[in-house]
């Protein structure tokens, strides 16, 4: 079917709405199921919905339909709790596939919390584990035999800067390392075949491309054929083989699902489950060309518009994720006028306005007067009114 | 106000509920909330509501709010993830606090995640801990000087007994171990003082007694006299100092916030917020007294009406939590039958049938009713149905 698929999601009129790599809009089926699974299955059914409605096997059937999204079997995808321990659970396991090797590779261009959960990680163990990190664009030739793990994710959160996974995977592979991709920036923005780079995990999160809803659950990838070594360090009774068994001594499942710990967030998972309906009719690769055709729209009017605006993000499409990112001194306070008019892309640290492209809900009309709205507050330096400068809790 | 509340609950008509204990009923105000959260928060105001609607201090709110039920300061209470992943990070902090020391404490009472964690944990660590299990009674006197960390739940899930959390704290300090209470049977149902007890960690759960929906956050305090000796093993972003400065580098938040992971669970977070609400209105002694009360009343008519059915808990109402438990070999299928017919409690392995009593919304009516309807079950053998005896995924 033809995009964009506006009528699927709730969007306040006025608003153009350019983060959705950072919180995905509400589908409108989402909001249905809230109010479902709210009333009718923790109201009604109570205790009785874990059979009756399935809860119970909610996170693996919503593991599955990503795994379709990105390239992964069924029964590969587990998902739950946060990127953030899903990153934690992806790398111990990793470390201990290779016992004789110290240092996890990353890269400066790293989510600053995956570097963190390692750093973490490295602590925790206290065996002199080395968190090395690299420049993004050295970090294939960074991986040599000391490398336990290589642990990256696809698309830069800043400058949507793409790593080759291909590439990369392979040469970590051939140096004896595993890989680890984080793949938030990714699923959902385009089309990603995790099972044939043959990297061992791959992580992510839900509420950005997939629309999950804030705070939405994470996933982690393992590759079937090394799940018997995946020994989990969150050893939690969701990841039992039993978990009703009540035994005293842990068992994990023989499948992805020992990557699952505590008790599901059945109702995050039913507004994502709800929220991934959309993908039943969208085709992952129109949508990576719908994103590019977007984004070069986007980068040329702003371009042509706003001179005092830097392109931060690499020129060629095929090397850029679905965002375009422009640096500017004063980022921060000209991301608050345009939210104020409506365009809402957001701000990363230092200097860095980030706008997404998401063409299930955006199309070239929604470029053009997002780069109009853009021209005005950086050519009328709108935002040099002060009310723009105070720094809020969340840029 | 005088208890039950039921007006402030939306539990269906022709159902007894005696399964709080493991999952709350919807408070009318959560299903208010949830339809603000999904459609007026993240549908209209999208990305800003992390700043409009504050969901970025929701977490600590919550926590607040939780800490004032367990007696608690406030600051000192972290929520999110789930229970498994709340003890796993008291443990890593309390192994780190004790690194002389080798053995983990607990009993074979404690609820499985808890242990499976601590395995998993010394999996992890690979340095030769050990978990040491004694049968609930004996865990005082197992205190020693080799224990690093005595962990324990409060009240047992399957019997409802209640360890004496004064007395077991200072057996463990008096020995030098570091002391973790799971609350998760303790919280919203009877008052504790977690604080007084001295102990350094508690964590819980806040879909039982709580009433905060399925899968909803989890909690941990920590005392705040050795916040700073708390090294977060989970070293998520949002437990940094600066997550927004997106530093390459971990700081701790210099708060129990470093015990926050990754992106909260908005959504999940809000539905407990506004349960939160019911306690309020709502002394905690109260609940106390009239929860004994009603368990008395309950367990005085069970054995009178059912004499195959064996107290497993605590006859003493003070050594017992919110729960009644009885033994009865076709204990499952018993279950099913009473669920068939409107008594909902549940069922724990091996033959352990399970009353859970909430005087938010029970009361004594409530309870002889159900003794009836306990009495034409067990007393008609209605359980010899063969449609009871198919056990569920989730029993």
């Keep these: 079917m033809p995009l964009p698929r506006k009528e699927l999601f709730d969007i306040p009129r006025n608003v153009i709405y350019l983060d959705g790599n950072s919180l995905g809009p509400l589908p409108k089926g989402a909001m249905e199921r809230g109010q479902a699974v709210i009333c009718n299955e923790w109201g009604q059914q109570l205790i009785r919905a874990w059979n009756r409605a399935d809860w119970i096997s ?3 059937r919503v593991g ?9 079997p069924n029964g590969s995808v587990a998902t739950g709790d946060t990127l953030s321990i899903k990153v934690y659970q992806a790398l111990a396991a ?7 090797r110290k ?7 790293n989510f ?3 570097l963190y959960m390692a750093e973490g990680l490295i602590r925790t163990i206290d065996k002199g584990h080395d968190l090395r990190l690299s420049a993004p664009e050295d970090v294939a030739g960074e991986i040599n035999a000391d490398v336990a793990v290589v642990m990256l994710t696809h698309v830069d959160y800043r400058t949507g800067r793409m790593h080759d996974m291909a590439a990369i995977t392979a040469a970590a592979h051939e140096a004896g390392a595993v890989m680890i991709w984080d793949l938030a920036h990714t699923a959902g923005a385009m089309p990603v075949e995790i099972a044939r780079t043959n990297a061992e995990f791959a992580v992510g999160c839900t509420y950005k491309y997939l629309n999950g809803g804030p705070g939405a659950p994470a996933f982690i990838y393992v590759r079937p054929d090394i799940i018997e070594n995946v ?3 969150l050893a939690g009774w969701m990841g039992h083989d039993a978990p009703f068994a009540m035994e005293l001594v842990y068992r994990p499942a023989f499948s ?7 008790t599901p967030p059945v109702v995050q998972l039913s507004l994502l489950d709800a929220a991934l309906d959309v993908w039943d009719q969208v085709d992952m690769n129109e949508i990576r060309h719908a994103s590019q055709e977007l984004s070069e729209l986007f ?6 518009r706003c001179p005092e605006l830097c392109l931060a993000s690499p020129r060629d499409g095929g090397m850029r994720g679905s965002q375009v990112s422009f640096t500017f001194e004063k980022g921060y306070a000209a991301m608050q006028a345009l939210i104020d008019r409506g365009v809402i892309g957001d701000f990363r640290s230092p200097d860095i306005m980030r706008f997404g492209f998401t063409p299930l809900y955006l199309d070239k009309h929604d470029c053009v007067a997002a780069a109009e709205i853009i021209e005005e507050v950086i050519s009328n330096e709108v935002w040099r009114d002060p009310k723009y400068q105070k720094k809020a809790k969340v840029t």
Tied chains: 1, 2.
């Design 58 to 60: 909610l996170p693996q």
């Design 64 to 72: 599955d339909r990503i795994g379709q999204l990105i390239g992964a």
């Design 94 to 100: 990793a470390l201990k596939m290779r016992p004789d």
């Design 103 to 109: 240092v996890i590779l990353s890269d400066t261009g």
């Design 112 to 114: 600053p919390t995956d």
């Design 231 to 233: 020994e989990p360090a």
């Design 256 to 262: 992805t699902e020992r990557l699952r710990v505590g």
């Design 299 to 304: 980068i040329s009017e702003v371009e042509t």
